[in-house]
């Protein structure tokens, strides 16, 4: 994916890493590489200028923290500096008890009936019960090509055959679906229209008819920078919560869609990696460009730059031990005590503790933690940071989605509450307490 873009990227990394010492020439010169490189994949040029602005006057100007090399932050900068082009990770905030619609917009052969394909059984695997409904009514095989791709996934297409007003087979389609348990309603709809303003008239009609909480606007990674006023003529006739960007195996200026998307203000949610019906990705700013910038060459700054991070910042701590912890906070004490693959190394290393922590608690351990970390990732942002607000309804769904039975998640759960209590009466300083209530202590 992008591959230009991550090669000439990761060729101005290695010159830094190389060099014997950074001085303002350097710091120039990679600020041209990164223009040089970002431009040739068609990102906007003023978004270019402005990257690069940061970038230079970041690494001329800032002291790296204790602890970190000069080159190590320059890098970091860079990683800093491309993440904020790509705006902030953002997730679907459904509404539990109801059905949550989005429409699905973006012109004809931009992947709407594939991503509405995938995005079902992405959704579907997370423990949503999911609708579709197929108003593309100019596309002719468009119904059929959503039925098969829906099917494997068990998921039912509402759609008209013989039906060309699209505004009321979504009206129908809602209609049939309000008796059936779904959290989430996908709507798909045409792309073709002979002028452009007959679409957009249709787009406005069927949101009129359809009143989504979210409209997604899909669109061609391999248009480029062109993409920007599309996304601008349809935020106009219906606000665009999101973008998701297709086809970025097969596109070398993919960048200038990315770049373009983000500049609306909506922010890209997921993106299309291929054909095939898993081919869709959350979209992760910081991992997307941890990807381009070749995360084997950055995660040992990144790493490092956390660790330094973290140590100054202890906020997260302060939550913890004051008893305010959420579901991430005790995710993140999972994670750190994990790593005791690396304090059982440090244990072996000392005379006298050698053998203290055994390798099969190590293993119950880790798989109990990623286990949960399905679990986890099954809830919605607001299960997590308020985990009171998870119910029988609601474990039920997660556990659907992880893939794990109720009990687990009950467990976990129950974990947490203890985790929690136990947090706040030892003030956070007691992980053993914490291995030994989760029966691995
Ligand atoms: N390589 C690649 N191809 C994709 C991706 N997403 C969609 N496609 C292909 O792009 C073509 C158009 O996709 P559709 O889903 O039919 O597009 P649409 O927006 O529904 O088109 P209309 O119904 O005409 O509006 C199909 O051949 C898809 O297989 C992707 O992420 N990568």
């Given at each position: 994916m992008l591959d230009g873009l991550k090669n000439s990227l990761s060729d101005a990394i290695k010159k830094i890493v190389k060099s014997s010492g950074i001085d303002e020439e350097l710091i120039k010169e990679l600020s041209k590489d990164v223009q040089r490189a970002l431009l040739q994949?068609?990102?906007n040029v003023r978004l270019v200028l402005e990257i690069t602005k940061h970038l230079e006057e970041r690494?001329?100007?800032?002291?790296?923290?204790?602890?970190?090399?000069r080159k190590d932050h320059i890098i970091k900068i860079l990683y800093d500096e491309l993440s904020k082009l790509l705006g902030k990770e953002s997730e679907f905030d459904f509404k539990a008890g109801r059905?949550?619609?989005?429409?699905?917009?973006g012109i004809q052969g931009s992947g709407k009936t594939t991503v509405a394909s995938k995005l079902a059984k992405f959704l579907t695997r997370q423990g949503y019960k999911v609708g579709v409904i197929g108003a593309d009514t100019y596309r002719p095989g468009a119904l059929v090509q959503l039925r098969t791709m829906c099917e494997k996934s068990n998921v039912e297409v509402y759609g008209e055959e013989n039906n060309k007003d699209s505004p009321s087979?979504?009206?129908?389609?809602?209609?049939?679906?309000?008796?059936?348990?779904?959290?989430?309603?996908?709507?798909?709809?045409?792309?073709?229209?002979?002028?452009?303003?007959?679409?957009?008239?249709e787009m406005a009609r069927i949101n009129k008819a359809a009143e989504p909480d979210l409209a997604l606007l899909v669109i061609d990674g391999t248009i480029g920078q062109q993409c920007f006023n599309q996304a601008e003529a349809f935020h106009k006739t219906v606000p665009v919560g999101g973008v998701i960007i297709t086809k970025l195996d097969s596109s070398a200026k993919g960048g200038g869609a990315l770049a373009a998307s983000a500049a609306t203000g909506a922010q890209i949610m997921y993106i299309g990696t291929g054909e095939r019906i898993d081919d869709l990705e959350k979209f992760s700013p910081t991992r997307f460009v941890g990807r381009l910038l070749g995360m084997g060459d950055i995660q040992a700054v990144l790493d490092l730059a956390k660790r330094l991070e973290n140590e100054g910042d202890d906020v997260r701590m302060k939550r913890i031990s004051s008893g305010k912890m959420n579901m991430e906070d005790f995710f993140y004490q999972l994670e750190e005590v994990t790593k005791v693959g690396s304090l059982k190394g440090l244990l072996d290393s000392m005379p006298g503790f050698s053998g203290m922590v055994k390798n099969d608690q190590l293993d119950q351990m880790e798989d109990r933690v990623s286990k949960w970390r399905y679990i986890i990732q099954s809830m919605t942002k607001d299960e997590k940071a308020d985990p009171d607000l998870i119910n029988s309804s609601r474990i039920k769904r997660i556990a659907r989605g992880s893939g794990w039975p109720e009990g687990e998640v009950k467990e976990l759960l129950k974990n947490y509450k203890n985790s929690k209590s136990m947090m706040k009466a030892s003030k956070g300083r007691q992980m053993q307490g914490t291995l030994r209530k989760m029966g691995l202590g």
């Open positions: 994949s068609d990102v690494a001329l100007n800032e002291t790296p923290p204790p602890g970190l090399s059905q949550n619609k989005i429409i699905l917009l087979i979504v009206k129908n389609g809602l209609k049939h679906f309000e008796v059936q348990p779904l959290d989430v309603i996908l709507i798909d709809t045409a792309g073709r229209h002979k002028e452009e303003q007959d679409l957009l008239e």
